[in-house]
């Protein structure tokens, strides 16, 4: 198929998929009143790679098919190859203003990470090596969009889940046969589901050889969204089908986030990449580093992010006036040291890539692992900067209705700002308004903060995994620096 275009995309949608949606299911996602903007905002990233200004950036010709296929499938094979893929995804994090984190390059990267992995999948079975490899080929040649699932429901996060009192509230096997693996159960979180082709289940966190059921839970898998029995539920949308000008990014970018519940799937043996093997899945989880490749797609959505609010501060405070004080130009050039960290985190990164598993080469690891754990902090930051300069105008902004209504003489005289007239002011309060005190704000937070996992978990496991050896020796020079001056 090569790279789909934007109706392609659309037509996909349309395979009976289960999706519920505030108590109904959703009959066609690419019309739904508050599922279709975001549907076609994704289809508007598809047809950017048959865009004249960008087709040449986003794809490279397929190894297999010598069909073009999405460049961020590519196994990268030096840091040239890493450049390429970055100038590829910068055009779908540009177009999307960094609002999406999910977008489908994110998954592919991660299914492109697979497949440099695939040895270490068929150590001990040489199928789910294959099943890696055919899996890769297979999406990327017909350039699917891909959900992802890591976590299991927050029923009782004080016993391991094979200890739950329902042993399928976790998804776990249920039985085996000649056609596959059978399991029930729910994971989350699927962000993307009601847009995606596939959903992508690994195995995602250690499992406790000494508990006699953990291997229950020891599958790896990937199946299509219209797999009998699989159902997404959907968390309350946010584009709730009012005026784009009241709400301008709640109605495009609400990438919708799932439970998505597996009422006794099959999931077929070519599907499967980890199966009942809870040593391999164990040692895998330390080696099997997708972030050392997806984090690229994260740095540059984080910077497209980034120009978007520093924007938005710097607007807001030439709009009404406050620039020329000096706290607020130190609270904007704040934000531009984020930003300009952020960007030398992803170069540290890519020019210090080096081989791992596998044929290509991965992601340095050290500056991604310092701004996986900063950056939700710096977010925070941003978002109290914006809220601190904007103050009331964030609250006190009015309607197109109001622009429109009986009332708008005098919404012109008390809602100008010092530069700009009362459209344009409020017009950007809004804009600034959904981006930090909305519930699509709100998302957009609590996404920045925790989809890479807790940071204080994080922390602690680089504390308990780092190689203090360079450090403490540096110590030790100096003590013996200090004896030898002192005889």
Same mark, same amino acid.
């Given at each position: 198929?090569?790279?789909?275009?934007?109706?392609?995309?659309?037509?996909?949608?349309?395979?009976?998929?289960?999706?519920?949606?505030?108590?109904?299911?959703?009959?066609?996602?690419?019309?739904?009143?508050?599922?279709?903007?975001?549907?076609?905002?994704?289809?508007?990233?598809?047809?950017?790679?048959?865009?004249?200004?960008?087709?040449?950036?986003?794809?490279?010709?397929?190894?297999?098919?010598?069909?073009?296929?999405?460049?961020?499938?590519?196994?990268?094979?030096?840091?040239?190859?890493?450049?390429?893929?970055?100038?590829?995804?910068?055009?779908?994090?540009?177009?999307?203003?960094?609002?999406?984190?999910?977008?489908?390059?994110?998954?592919?990267?991660?299914?492109?990470?697979?497949?440099?992995?695939?040895?270490?999948?068929?150590?001990?079975?040489?199928?789910?090596?294959?099943?890696?490899?055919?899996?890769?080929?297979?999406?990327?040649?017909?350039?699917?969009?891909?959900?992802?699932?890591?976590?299991?429901? &927050?029923?009782?996060?004080? =016993?391991? #889940?094979?200890? @739950? !009192?329902?042993?399928?509230?976790? $998804? *776990?096997?249920?039985?085996?046969?000649?056609?596959?693996?059978?399991?029930?159960?729910?994971?989350?979180?699927?962000?993307?589901?009601?847009?995606?082709?596939?959903?992508?289940?690994?195995?995602?966190?250690?499992?406790?050889?000494?508990?006699?059921?953990?291997?229950?839970?020891?599958?790896?898998?990937?199946?299509?969204?219209?797999?009998?029995?699989?159902?997404?539920?959907?968390?309350?949308?946010?584009?709730?089908?009012?005026?784009?000008?009241?709400?301008?990014?709640?109605?495009?970018?609400?990438?919708?986030?799932?439970?998505?519940?597996?009422?006794?799937?099959?999931?077929?043996?070519?599907?499967?990449?980890?199966?009942?093997?809870?040593?391999?899945?164990?040692?895998?989880?330390?080696?099997?580093?997708?972030?050392? &490749?997806?984090?690229?797609? =994260?740095? #540059?959505?984080? @910077? !497209?992010?980034?120009?978007?609010? $520093? *924007?938005?501060?710097?607007?807001?405070?030439?709009?009404?006036?406050?620039?020329?004080?000096?706290?607020?130009?130190?609270?904007?050039?704040?934000?531009?040291?984020?930003?300009?960290?952020?960007?030398?985190?992803?170069?540290?990164?890519?020019?210090?890539?080096?081989?791992?598993?596998?044929?290509?080469?991965?992601?340095?690891?050290?500056?991604?692992?310092?701004?996986?754990?900063?950056?939700?902090?710096?977010?925070?930051?941003?978002?109290?900067?914006?809220?601190?300069?904007?103050?009331?105008?964030?609250?006190?902004?009015?309607?197109?209705?109001?622009?429109?209504?009986?009332?708008?003489?005098?919404?012109?005289?008390?809602?100008?700002?010092?530069?700009?007239?009362?459209?344009?002011?409020?017009?950007?309060?809004?804009?600034?308004?959904?981006?930090?005190?909305?519930?699509?704000?709100?998302?957009?937070?609590?996404?920045?903060?925790?989809?890479?996992?807790?940071?204080?978990?994080?922390?602690?496991?680089?504390?308990?995994?780092?190689?203090?050896?360079?450090?403490?020796?540096?110590?030790?020079?100096?003590?013996?620096?200090?004896?030898?001056?002192?005889?």
């Amino acid at each position: 198929m090569a790279v789909r275009t934007g109706s392609e995309f659309i037509e996909g949608l349309r395979d009976g998929r289960e999706i519920w949606l505030e108590g109904e299911r959703v009959e066609d996602v690419a019309t739904h009143p508050k599922l279709g903007h975001m549907a076609a905002t994704l289809a508007s990233m598809y047809d950017l790679q048959h865009d004249p200004q960008t087709r040449d950036l986003m794809s490279f010709e397929s190894p297999i098919s010598g069909e073009p296929i999405s460049l961020s499938y590519m196994i990268p094979e030096s840091v040239d190859d890493l450049v390429r893929r970055r100038r590829a995804l910068e055009v779908t994090a540009r177009a999307s203003f960094g609002m999406l984190g999910r977008t489908p390059d994110y998954v592919n990267i991660c299914i492109a990470a697979m497949r440099q992995a695939a040895e270490v999948y068929g150590e001990n079975e040489d199928r789910y090596r294959r099943n890696v490899i055919e899996y890769y080929q297979y999406v990327s040649e017909n350039d699917l969009c891909l959900t992802h699932t890591f976590g299991h429901p &927050q029923t009782n996060r004080s =016993v391991d #889940v094979s200890e @739950l !009192a329902d042993p399928y509230l976790a $998804l *776990g096997v249920v039985k085996t046969s000649s056609e596959g693996v059978t399991v029930r159960g729910a994971r989350l979180l699927a962000t993307l589901a009601p847009f995606s082709d596939e959903i992508f289940a690994p195995v995602y966190r250690p499992l406790r050889p000494d508990l006699p059921d953990s291997n229950r839970y020891c599958i790896g898998f990937a199946i299509p969204a219209d797999t009998p029995g699989l159902k997404f539920i959907c968390r309350q949308s946010y584009d709730r089908g009012e005026d784009s000008f009241d709400y301008p990014l709640s109605g495009r970018y609400d990438e919708m986030d799932c439970l998505a519940v597996f009422d006794d799937v099959l999931i077929p043996w070519e599907r499967v990449f980890s199966f009942d093997d809870v040593e391999l899945a164990n040692r895998n989880l330390g080696r099997v580093l997708l972030w050392r &490749q997806y984090m690229q797609q =994260v740095a #540059v959505k984080n @910077l !497209a992010k980034l120009d978007f609010m $520093l *924007g938005i501060t710097y607007k807001i405070a030439h709009a009404i006036g406050i620039d020329i004080y000096s706290h607020v130009q130190e609270k904007i050039s704040e934000i531009a040291d984020i930003r300009a960290t952020v960007s030398a985190y992803l170069r540290a990164s890519e020019a210090d890539a080096a081989p791992h598993l596998g044929p290509g080469v991965w992601l340095a690891p050290e500056p991604l692992h310092a701004m996986r754990h900063w950056f939700p902090d710096a977010h925070t930051r941003i978002v109290w900067i914006i809220e601190q300069l904007s103050a009331s105008g964030l609250m006190l902004t009015p309607t197109r209705e109001d622009l429109d209504g009986p009332l708008s003489d005098l919404i012109s005289k008390y809602y100008q700002g010092a530069t700009v007239d009362a459209r344009d002011r409020i017009r950007l309060f809004r804009l600034a308004w959904d981006l930090v005190g909305t519930q699509f704000g709100s998302r957009q937070a609590l996404y920045e903060r925790f989809f890479n996992g807790d940071t204080v978990v994080l922390r602690q496991r680089r504390y308990a995994t780092y190689d203090y050896s360079q450090a403490l020796a540096s110590v030790d020079r100096f003590f013996a620096a200090a004896d030898s001056s002192d005889q």
